[in-house]
């Protein structure tokens, strides 16, 4: 397993167009987390799935933002009507449920800047 | 939300000195975590402490999780140019099964 891999690592975008990542888990991991993370900043928590159902989202998800895990394996994030304020790093995580809190394994992040 | 400050925010040393940087808050944990990110890279997990007082040591690194778990520490001892990096606590179970973080401290090794 070459642990999370996410694509793109970079991207850049005009502002209000749409951008799309996507996030490949270990594949042994059942829970897939997404974060934000800004200059300065540690990573913000978006939002969070086990298996294919989105369990909890953050009030940082606005309704332009949007993440799908159809079947339980990989995932895209997807942001509507980009906004300057939306570059940062966008990381994705993975674990094993039966890990407990423990497990957390990142993904290189996907860099997008919106200009 | 329960909130981690960690300091310093930035820190700049030569090569071969030691240095302690800390993770605190008033609100108490089940556990804490340490990660260290490089730039460009996601967070990588360095070590999870859980018993009040429990010090693990990762090579020249040491992390200390405070005994009313509250707080931590790490000490880099003989710090080298490999250690630069952002150092990140976080804790799990912050009402959103993900982890929360601090702002981290940028630490910077100097040849």
């Known amino acids: 397993d070459t642990g999370v891999s996410q694509d793109p690592r970079h991207k850049i975008t005009k502002r209000g167009q749409n951008v799309t990542f996507r996030c490949d888990p270990i594949s042994e991991h059942n829970r897939l987390y997404w974060y934000r993370q800004t200059l300065g900043q540690g990573p913000e928590f978006l939002t969070y799935f086990q298996n294919e159902a989105q369990l909890e989202k953050s009030r940082l998800l606005s309704d332009r933002f949007s993440a799908e895990r159809p079947k339980g394996s990989f995932s895209t994030l997807e942001i509507q009507r980009t906004e300057q304020g939306d570059s940062a790093m966008y990381l994705c995580?993975?674990?094993?449920?039966?890990?407990?809190?423990?497990?957390?394994?990142f993904g290189s992040g996907t860099r997008l800047t919106v200009v | 939300t329960q909130l981690l400050e960690q300091s310093p925010q930035f820190l700049s040393i030569q090569e071969g000195e030691n240095l302690t940087v800390y993770c605190n808050s008033s609100s108490v944990f089940s556990s804490l975590q340490w990660y260290r990110q490089e730039p460009g890279e996601g967070p990588v997990l360095l070590v999870t402490v859980v018993t009040g007082g429990e010090v693990k040591k990762l090579k020249r690194l040491t992390f200390q999780f405070g005994d009313a778990r509250k707080d931590s520490s790490l000490h880099i001892t003989a710090a080298q140019p490999g250690d630069t990096g952002l150092y990140l606590c976080a804790y799990a179970g912050g009402g959103a099964d993900g982890l929360t973080f601090g702002k981290g401290t940028h630490l910077i090794i100097q040849p």
């Open positions: 995580a993975s674990s094993f449920s039966l890990s407990g809190n423990y497990g957390y394994t």
